[in-house]
C-alpha cells in the first residue's frame, strides 16, 4: 500500500504532470479570449459586411421537418473565423520571439546518469555530459 501510494505521489506531482495542468489552465483562458475576440469583435464586422452577425433564421422546411443549415453555417463560420485568428496569433508570435513558441517537447532518459533530459536538450542539466539530441 506504501508503495502504491509513494507511486502515486511521484506521478501527481511530477513536473510534466504540473507542466500539462498549467498548460490547460493556459490554453483554457487562451481560448476565452480568443472566443471573445472572434465574438465581440470580428463577427459583427462580419454583420456590418453581410447585414446579420449569424445565419440562425435561415431554415429550408422539408415535409413539416425544419432544417436549420443557418445554424450550420453560423457555427462553421465562427469556426473558420477562430481558426484564422488563432493562426494571426501564433504567427505574431513566431514574428515577435524569432523563433517557434513551441519547442520540442517530452523527455528522455539521459544516457550517463539515467535523469529525464528534454528531447532536446544537448547537455544533460544533471551530470552536465554532452548528450546526442533528439530532434522530432
Known sequence: MRAMLTSFKNFAFSGSLIDLA???????AF????????????????AAVFGTPDFDALVLTV???????????????????????????????????GREAAGAQGSRECDHCKSFIPVDASVCMFCTRDVEPIVP
Do not use: H, K, W
Open 31 to 46: 481560448a476565452a479570449v480568443v472566443e471573445s475576440l472572434v465574438g465581440d469583435v470580428i463577427l459583427p464586422l462580419v
Open 22 to 28: 498549467v498548460g490547460l489552465a493556459i490554453g483554457a
Open 63 to 97: 415535409n413539416g421537418s425544419a432544417i436549420r443549415y443557418g445554424s450550420f453555417l453560423t457555427a462553421f463560420v465562427s469556426f473558420l473565423l477562430l481558426a484564422f485568428t488563432i493562426m494571426l496569433l501564433v504567427q505574431a508570435v513566431r514574428r515577435a520571439t
